[in-house]
Every structure is written in structure tokens, then in C-alpha cells.
């Protein structure tokens, strides 16, 4: 019985450490989105930036082929001015004209003040390039380090489920089923260390004669209250 405790103790170990490296390979998605969120979050003024110019350099791009539309327009009409056999068509083209040249003048007044917001734009960006980039390098280094923890956490849990029916299979029957149901329904926490007199587990006291046999270790012994088996630690006491 004896040696069935100190077993008891180490499968639960194991266990412990399988669960948290399984919640370690297991949360890795959650905790790069979390880095790329903070990224975002850090650098929202360049990212801002980044759309502020990328809209305008759209409209910039459409004024630019409003500007070409008018400008065949504005020949069509020179071309109609040449042609006109008669006054009206004339006085038609001359006034088309004339309404093409003030829209492109409009458009490219346009253009300009884009020009210039986008010129702003890019000194801007370019200024806080560095920040950014640096702030890219450090989040990339973090990932690659919870991938490098990760691929060791699977490696370890590889290695403690292999050696876990080792250590599972000479526990006696009784301590087996014991083990299996107090860890099915304390979730995962079959054992409980008893010390100052009372269960690690639930708080409860533990009476000096059922404290002295914990200690002795000589037998099973579960907790009044909570049924968790009951073990002692010099160390930690
Ligand atoms: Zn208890």
C-alpha cells in the first residue's frame, strides 16, 4: 500500500504536467492571434496611415481616368469645331469646349491637392517605418519562441504518455480504479497533500491521529470531506 502512495503521487504528477502541456500544444492558435491582435493594436497609427494613402492613391487613380475621358471629349469637340459647316455646330463646339477645359483644370487641381496629401502621407509612413518594423521583429521572435516551446512541449508529452503505463500498470487494482474515479470527479486532482493538519485539497482539518497515520504512510487514506487521497510531503511541510 505503501508503494502504491508513492506511485499514486508521481501518476499524478504526470498527469499534471500531460494536462498542462496538452493546454500549452492546444492554446498555441489562440496565443499568436493574441501577439498579431496586440501587434495591430500597437501599431494602428501606421496601419491608419497605411489606408489613409492607399484611398487616396484610389481616387487618385480615378481622377486620373476622369482627366483622360475629358480630354477625349475636349478633342472630340476640337475635331467637331474643324468640321462645323454651320454656326450652330460652331457655337455648340466652342462651348463644349470650353466646358471640357474647365473640368480638367477642376480635375487637376484635384489631382494636385491629392498629390500633395499623398507626398504627406508617404513621410509620414516612412517616418514611422522603424517603429513599426522593429515592433514586427519583436513579435515575430516571440512567435518563433511559443513555436519552439510548443515543438518541445510535444516532445515531452510524447515521452511522459510512453512512460505512463509503466507506471500506471504496477499500481494495484484497487488504488487503479481508486485513482480513476477521484480523478474523473476532482478534476484531475486525485490526491491531496495534507499539511498544518488539514487537506490541501478542500481546507478541511485533519484530526491528529488520522494526521500521524498520513504521515506513516502505511495505507490509503482519503479525506473526510472531499475523498481525495490523503499524502504527506516532508519537504513541503
Ligand atoms: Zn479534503
Redesign the pocket.
Given at each position: 500500500m505503501g508503494n502504491d502512495l508513492s506511485r499514486l503521487i508521481l501518476l499524478q504528477k504526470l498527469d499534471v504536467e500531460i494536462r498542462q502541456l496538452q493546454d500549452e500544444v492546444t492554446s498555441l492558435p489562440v496565443r499568436q492571434e493574441e501577439l498579431e491582435r496586440q501587434f495591430a493594436v500597437a501599431v494602428t497609427e501606421y496601419l491608419d496611415l497605411k489606408s489613409e494613402l492607399e484611398n487616396a492613391q484610389t481616387d487618385k487613380r480615378e481622377l486620373e481616368t476622369k482627366i483622360e475621358e475629358e480630354q477625349q471629349r475636349h478633342q472630340k469637340f476640337k475635331n467637331d469645331l474643324m468640321k462645323s459647316t454651320n454656326e450652330r455646330e460652331y457655337t455648340t463646339a466652342v462651348r463644349e469646349i470650353d466646358v471640357a477645359r474647365k473640368v480638367i483644370s477642376q480635375l487637376e487641381t484635384e489631382t494636385l491637392k491629392l498629390m500633395e496629401q499623398i507626398e504627406k502621407l508617404e513621410s509620414s509612413l516612412a517616418e514611422k517605418t522603424p517603429a513599426m518594423e522593429l515592433e514586427r521583429q519583436q513579435v515575430d521572435r516571440q512567435l518563433a519562441g511559443l513555436r519552439e516551446r510548443t515543438v518541445d512541449a510535444e516532445a515531452r508529452l510524447v515521452e511522459l504518455r510512453s512512460n505512463r503505463p509503466g507506471l500506471y500498470d504496477l499500481l494495484s487494482k484497487e488504488a487503479r480504479s481508486n485513482y480513476d474515479r477521484l480523478s474523473r470527479m476532482k478534476s484531475g486532482l486525485a490526491l491531496?497533500e495534507a499539511r498544518s493538519h488539514s487537506?490541501r485539497?478542500?481546507r478541511?482539518s485533519i484530526r491528529p491521529q488520522v494526521f500521524n497515520d498520513i504521515r506513516r504512510a502505511e495505507s490509503i487514506i482519503m479525506?473526510e470531506?472531499?475523498g481525495?487521497i490523503l499524502y504527506y510531503d516532508d519537504e513541503a511541510e
Open positions: 491531496a487537506c485539497g478542500c478541511m479525506c470531506n472531499c481525495r
